[in-house]
């Protein structure tokens, strides 16, 4: 499973950016596909997921409602909308797949993307 991050940059507060999850092959069709983040001197932790086949979504508490996860099969992408954007969400941004975990540490992990929001 190859992972692709991108989309990532430097945004004002109430911003929005979109990242981008390339996957190779069936991913998407296999895999529960997720994003994670990890701001500096923190731990790694969960913001978003969506489930292969049925396409049931997660979201942290902290996201929820400024943030979408999406698919689209024909392109073998995850992404990841995100609006109003905050400066604790300051962080580099990973996306992450696995056959079972939804909201855990999942089993293959993509290079991160950076974002920064300035307030």
């Known amino acids: 499973v190859q992972l692709q991050a991108s989309g990532g940059g430097l945004v004002q507060a109430g911003g929005s950016l979109r990242l981008s999850c390339a996957t190779s092959g069936r991913t998407l069709r296999s895999y529960n596909m997720g994003w994670f983040r990890q701001a500096p001197g923190k731990e790694r932790e969960f913001v978003a997921s969506i489930t292969y086949g049925s396409g049931i979504t997660s979201y942290a508490e902290s996201v929820k409602g400024r943030f979408n996860i999406f698919s689209d099969n024909a392109r073998n992408t995850v992404y990841l909308q995100m609006n109003s954007l905050r400066p604790d969400d300051t962080a580099v941004y990973y996306c992450?797949?696995?056959?079972?975990?939804?909201?855990?540490?999942?089993?293959?992990w993509g290079q991160g993307t950076q974002v920064t929001v300035s307030s």
């Open positions: 992450a797949a696995d056959p079972v975990v939804i909201r855990g540490r999942m089993m293959y």
